[in-house]
């Protein structure tokens, strides 16, 4: 007999994914013994030079494994491998989308694209590639010591990062506790800064709602767990770090919309003034309960997912739609219960919800005060959105699927890219 539950446990600032109940029947005895197995990340260290002096060369496209963050650039589609590297898929044609290269980057968990140049985190450093030629990618710059978090023992260049272990134990529930951001958090992973770049002429790419990196006027912006971090991208290839500006505790995602960035978090929204893009400034906070918590938004209002959670601290699973006219103040004007809500994606009068295990579902806002459900596919297990312009990509843990969205109430299925490589049409 065999159980499966999600659970996490603090393992330092470990992520615990899941674990597995396996009953052994003793022969010759009644009494019956419960053993748990439990996939967890524990921390391991790391000399700092040992993948400062290695060189990153590009390989050939690898199977989709563990697939994390999503991005879209022009015809060309990321996907990131947490911890391992990154994907890149021309996706010229969404019906047939074609695995190109990887890049391999230890200890990545998020990118960004301004002018041909993507940005990646490479355990504490920023990493700069031109990928203006798709086929001859080069590293342009390292940025160094920007996300020192990691850091164990400064001095002597050690830092900690985190290793799948299993874990077999005769205890049900092990403790349970969240604390600071593990290297990868692959649950965390929306129209990323489209609006801002065609009005400002700038070239960036689409992230999801789950994203923890994202552009606006000239400036990269990033957070963690508890900093947001500013970055100079008025020369693409030579980003330079400005400034670190501390958040809080329980920092999930960014979006930003106009000069304004939206900062999702476990125990409430953020809205930051970017209109000096150097210095960003907060213009108001909703709390909510604590639960998991990415955000999108247009002129008039937010879009908040609330899921629960171990890793959410329980929580409620709903959607917030908050009234934000006025930045200062944002109000809540109605929640919706949903079954267990992740990302999410807004395209004009339509918003998509990613549903994890219970699907994907589209929603009519043209009325936020009576949003209506216009679908739901319950055969996709979904964690992130992007509304790109020839399709709505959707990333779940079992691979990511293209929909012709151009007729709202009807999805039409395009492809899907399963874990392995293998399409599905």
């Not at 629960?308 to 006219?325: K, Q, T, W, Y």
Request: proline residues 6%; hydrophobic residues 35%.
């Amino acid at each position: 007999m065999e159980k499966t539950y999600p659970l996490r446990r603090r393992w330092s600032a470990a992520l615990l994914i899941a674990f597995t109940a396996i009953i052994a029947l003793p022969s010759c005895q009644d009494e019956v013994i419960t053993t748990y197995t439990y996939t967890t990340q524990v921390p391991v260290t790391i000399q700092v030079s040992t993948f400062r002096e290695a060189a990153i060369s590009v390989e050939p496209g690898r199977p989709l494994d563990n697939p994390g963050k999503i991005y879209l650039y022009g015809d060309y589609l990321f996907v990131s491998a947490p911890g391992e590297g990154i994907h890149i898929l021309d996706n010229s044609t969404p019906a047939s989308p074609k695995n190109m290269n990887f890049i391999p980057i230890k200890g990545t968990g998020d990118l960004a694209i301004n002018s041909n140049i993507l940005y990646a985190d490479n355990y504490i450093d920023l990493l700069a590639f031109d990928i203006s030629d798709p086929k001859n990618i080069r590293m342009v710059k390292r940025e160094t010591d920007v996300f020192p978090t990691m850091y164990s023992d400064r001095e002597q260049g050690i830092i900690i990062s985190y290793k799948d272990t299993v874990v077999t134990s005769t205890e049900e529930r092990m403790s349970i506790g969240f604390w600071g951001r593990p290297a990868f958090r692959t649950d965390m992973m929306t129209f990323s800064g489209a609006e801002s770049a065609s009005r400002a002429g700038q070239s960036y790419g689409q992230g999801g709602s789950m994203a923890r990196f994202t552009l606006l006027n000239n400036h990269l912006y990033t957070v963690d767990h508890y900093h947001m971090r500013v970055f100079d991208v008025n020369d693409p290839k030579d980003p330079k770090f400005l400034t670190d500006i501390s958040l809080g505790w329980g920092i999930e995602t960014i979006f930003p919309f106009k000069d304004k960035l939206f900062i999702g978090s476990m125990t409430g929204m953020f809205i930051y003034d970017a209109s000096n893009p150097a210095r960003p400034t907060q213009m108001s906070r909703y709390d909510h309960i604590t639960a998991c918590d990415p955000v999108v938004a247009n002129e008039t209002h937010a879009f908040v997912t609330l899921r629960s959670g171990v890793a959410c601290r329980f929580g409620v699973d709903e959607l917030h739609v908050l009234d934000i006219v006025d930045p200062y103040q944002p109000k809540l004007l109605k929640t919706y219960p949903m079954d267990n809500p992740h990302g999410l994606g807004l395209s004009g009068n339509h918003l998509y919800i990613a549903e994890s295990n219970h699907g994907l579902k589209s929603f009519d806002i043209s009325d936020v005060l009576g949003i209506k459900q216009i679908e739901h596919l319950r055969e996709i297990k979904s964690i992130d959105i992007i509304p790109g312009p020839k399709s709505l990509i959707v990333i779940g843990p079992e691979g990511v699927c293209q929909y012709d969205y151009t007729q709202p109430n009807k999805l039409r299925k395009l492809s899907c890219i399963s874990v392995g490589n293998k399409m599905i049409n």
